[in-house]
């Protein structure tokens, strides 16, 4: 198993944070992991994105020029990542900001409203676990149970009674989101 994967969105929005809990995660489930975050003097409001690759074998380099997976958060980080999915990839995107959808038909195309559910849930700090939690249901590479033991473990302890509403939050994004698109199967 070996997952690229790029998540990209506005600074604050929690990019590093999904990054970051993911690679935790994989750590904890045996994975090799690589964590690579690139982000300017712009962190707060400005665009800023992660690179996350998860693998049962070691990684070679953290440098990746197609994804099988994109998480876009807005629409400058949908203009610069939809076309570096690999065909038979996955994006994702979050509705909030987004004005221009995904155009490929050669993906699979999700939709994740996190950032309408974080705010039902009278929260919007949980955007980012709404939205890594969609892609669990999506692409499952490593454990719940793991990433909740990720998220104890980059939290700072006096975030710890936060945890329930984060693990719920998990779940919500497994919950709400849904296919828009099924990539094009070529036939030779």
Known sequence: MLQEIVISGFGG???LSIGKILAY???MGGKEVSWFPAYGPEQRGGTANVTVIVS???ISSPIVDQYDIAIVLNQPSME???NKVKPGGTLIYDTYGIHKS???KDIDIYRIDAMDESMKMENTKVFNMIVLGGLLKVAPMVQVENVIEGLRKSLPERHHHLLPMNEKAI???MET???EQKAEVCKA
């Open 56 to 58: 049962d074998t070691p």
């Open 80 to 82: 610069k990542f939809e």
């Open 25 to 27: 995660s994989g750590i």
């Open 13 to 15: 929005q929690g990019v």
């Open 102 to 104: 995904a155009q490929r």
């Open 171 to 173: 779940f919500r994004g």
């Open 177 to 179: 989101i849904s296919q």
